[in-house]
Every structure is written in structure tokens, then in C-alpha cells.
């Protein structure tokens, strides 16, 4: 399949999972329907974003975009709601569940919703039209070199030890998503992104401890437990800390292609046989 297919293929299949995740969310059947949304949202900016700027592309990130915004509160509350549940406090839990039931409501019908998959819908043939025009005719050497920009970028945050550590959180993000998007035209190595895995879940594990340290400075029932949250946070990010330096020397050793013996060299590749 040619990659311009390919990538097509993957958006349809991308938006068929998020209208599966927001008939869940619309029918309420299970706990993890906006989990899955934006999961599946995620995927659909991660390969978007290298290509913003062609026809078509714009309209469709800045409505994933929007939804993004729109739901990133309410996938707060489901965690920090799994937290008081984990810690016992299941009445400061209920009484967030409660709400929560009604902010689905609000997504579920949104105008940013509706936008998103509307657009969805009407960028393949804007696309097309594109690809005949000759506008993708060097759709991967784009998407490598901004792979390589958002790579280069992060290795510049991580060898500043000011560079704040939210920001990093973010580009980290980006740079994971980003590589699991294209592993095929990434630089990275396997443990590259194992890394960028492992430091991503160090530091978001900080700003979640991070953000439930400043709601219990204003929601009064969660101040039993902001002592414990202050120590996990401190914790955590000493945790990333120590493996911020280990994903800076992974950044910057190359991927290894597979080599072929001098007996050999004549033969195709493996996987490549007819």
C-alpha cells in the first residue's frame, strides 16, 4: 500500500473508533469510552501534525484540537477520581462522580464534537485533491524532518537543567506520540522510545500529584490528603529527574539498521522474499 493510503487508512479507521468511543460515551455503558476518545483523538493529531499546512489538514487538526481542550478537564477528574478511589476516599469520589455524569452529557452533544467529525468526513477528498496536485509528492521527507525538529527540540530542553519541567512533560508527549505515528521514518531506537515511554509516565505522574496538591488548597475535602500528594509528587519527579539524563543519551545515538553478512550480502533482506 502506498504510504498516501496508508496514512488515509489509518484516519478512517482512527475515526471509526472515535464514533465507537462516543456512542459508549452517549450510552454510558462503561468507564473508559473518554479514555479511549481521546486516545484515539491523540493518534489522529499525532499524524496530523506534520502536515498542518496542507489543503485540507488545517481545518480537521483545529477541531481534534478543540476537543482535545474541551475534554482534557473531565479525563482530570477520571483520574483524580481513580486516586480517591485507590486511597479510600470513596464519599469525595461519589460526590465527583456525580458530576461527572453530566459533563459527559455536555461533550457528547458539544458543538466541538460535531465540528470534529464533520470535518473528519470532509477532509479525504480535499486530501486527494492534494495528492493529484503534487502537494504530498514529498509527504515523507516532511513528516522525517519534522520528526527530526521536535527531537531536536526536546534535546535542547533536556540538557537545560531550568528548561521547566511542565513544558518538558509536553514535549515529551509530543515526541512519543509523534515517534509512534511514524516508527517507520523515525531516527530513534527501540530504547529511545521505551525511554520517552518510561519518562513521560514519571513526570505525568508528577503533574497529576502536582495538580492535586493545588485542589486542596480550594476543595476542602481533598486537604486530608494533600500532605501524602506533596510527598508522591517530590517522589516522582526525583524519579524523572534520574532518568531525564538516560533519555538524552538515547536521543542522541542513532537507530541501527539490520546488517547483512559479507556471505549474504547478494540475498534479500528478511521479509523481503517474493
Not at 18 to 46: F, G, V
Not at 94 to 119: D, E, G, P
Not at 151 to 165: C, N
Amino acid at each position: 500500500m502506498a504510504f498516501v493510503d496508508s496514512f488515509v487508512a489509518q484516519i478512517v479507521a482512527l475515526e471509526v473508533a472515535l464514533y465507537h468511543a462516543h456512542a459508549r460515551m452517549d450510552a454510558k455503558t462503561d468507564s473508559e469510552a473518554l479514555h479511549d476518545l481521546r486516545i484515539n483523538l491523540r493518534r489522529i493529531r499525532s499524524l496530523l501534525r506534520p502536515l498542518r499546512e496542507i489543503e485540507g489538514i488545517t481545518p480537521l487538526n483545529e477541531a481534534a484540537a478543540e476537543v482535545g481542550r474541551l475534554t482534557t478537564p473531565e479525563r482530570d477528574l477520571e483520574v483524580l477520581i481513580e486516586e480517591l478511589e485507590a486511597q479510600g476516599f470513596t464519599k469525595q469520589a461519589n460526590v465527583r462522580k456525580a458530576n461527572l455524569q453530566t459533563r459527559y452529557s455536555h461533550i457528547v452533544k458539544s458543538r466541538a464534537i460535531n465540528q470534529l467529525f464533520s470535518q473528519l468526513d470532509e477532509w479525504p477528498p480535499l486530501f486527494r485533491t492534494a495528492e493529484r496536485a503534487g502537494a504530498l509528492r514529498n509527504i515523507k521527507k516532511q513528516i522525517t524532518k519534522r520528526l527530526h525538529k521536535q527531537i531536536e527540540s526536546l534535546k535542547t530542553a533536556l540538557a537545560d537543567p531550568q528548561f521547566d519541567r511542565h513544558q518538558l512533560r509536553i514535549l515529551v508527549k509530543r515526541t512519543r506520540y509523534l515517534n509512534d505515528a511514524f516508527p517507520q521514518l523515525s531516527p530513534l531506537s527501540g530504547e529511545a522510545a521505551a525511554s520517552l515511554k518510561t519518562v513521560q509516565s514519571a513526570l505525568g505522574s508528577w503533574h497529576d500529584h502536582f495538580q492535586w496538591c493545588l485542589k486542596a488548597r480550594h476543595e476542602k475535602d481533598l486537604q486530608p490528603l494533600a500532605e501524602a500528594w506533596h510527598a508522591a509528587a517530590e517522589t516522582a519527579l526525583l524519579k524523572a529527574e534520574a532518568q531525564l539524563a538516560q533519555l538524552l543519551r538515547l536521543l542522541t545515538t542513532k537507530k541501527r539498521l539490520p546488517q547483512r553478512s559479507a556471505k549474504n550480502k547478494d540475498l534479500p533482506m528478511q521479509g523481503n522474499a517474493t
